[in-house]
């Protein structure tokens, strides 16, 4: 089995413009025929899809994209959404309402946030081949928003470096809480993914909180740590032979580009399984250029190499296959150190 997964995929503001005049699949540019190839295609979502609603007041930035774009996500084949980050309620509850049946009429599976906190909890399943790929999704971002008993909202769950351990000081239970929702979820699927919107923009590092709770959900179960939220991309770690990726970075979007962070640059991570072990991640860099996903051409072995360091500082051991253009990371060796 073949998943793709991908970061930050923003269509509002300036995308969405565009997307009026153009097909819904421009976004995804040269990385669809690579993206055609995966069994299962992920993506975090930044973004509300909706017409209505008003921008929620004190943020800055509000994104929010034509309903009609849900055909851009479907142009790209993209199975499943994270919802749980810090843009889904940009216009508030009226209009994150307006998205879930957008989405739902057209079979795009969906988890971390929701009408009440046990849809924002649910996992999502989808089946290849007979075996259950399951998806949960949550946020450490925009504490406010939290779904409730009776009101929508976003899975949280915070991360901090007093709550990070089970049970540890300043836990409220809801880290116990969700690694104990990864336990019963890995009970009923084969593959199981974590999906963690968590942290600030910027920064290269991966933080000791995330490192640390990372390897409680490789523990409670997840086959894959699957991180986002900063603007750049963070390297790849792995325990018990499982792959973290600690930011995927930007895949879509129209921000303004950092020259040093360089928040334009990501990959396609295309994860390789046998069954429910995880064998290779190949990370197949991408540069964003008016408004789209593209693969990098010239740029791709430096894009490759800055990967390589930042993921060699994680004990995570990587090879540049310059005929598939693409960074190889083995997963059924143990990791250094």
Known sequence: MQIALLGDVMLGRLVNQHLATVRPAYPWGDTLELLRQADVRIANLECVLASGGEPEPGKVFHFRSDPKNVASL????????????????????????????????????????????????????????????????????????????????????PVDDGGRRRGGAGSDGRLDGLLALVRRTKARVQFLIVSAHWGGNWGHDAPARHQDLARDLIDAGADLVFGHSPHIFRGVGSHRNRPIIYSAGDFIDDYAVDPVERNDQSFVFMLDTDGNSPRTLRLYPTIIAGFQARLARGSAPDIAARMQRLSSHLGTLSTWNASGRCLEIPLDKPARG
């Open 74 to 157: 479907l142009a790209a084949g993209i199975d499943v959404v994270s919802l749980a980050n810090n843009h889904v309620l940009d216009f508030g509850q009226d209009a994150f309402r307006e998205m879930l049946p957008a989405l739902d009429g057209r079979g795009i599976l969906h988890a971390g946030a929701g009408p009440d906190l046990d849809a924002a909890r649910r996992p999502a399943v989808r089946r290849v081949d007979g075996a259950a790929v399951g998806f949960i999704a949550f946020t450490d971002n925009e504490p406010g928003w939290e779904a409730g008993a009776a009101t929508p909202g976003v899975y949280y769950v």
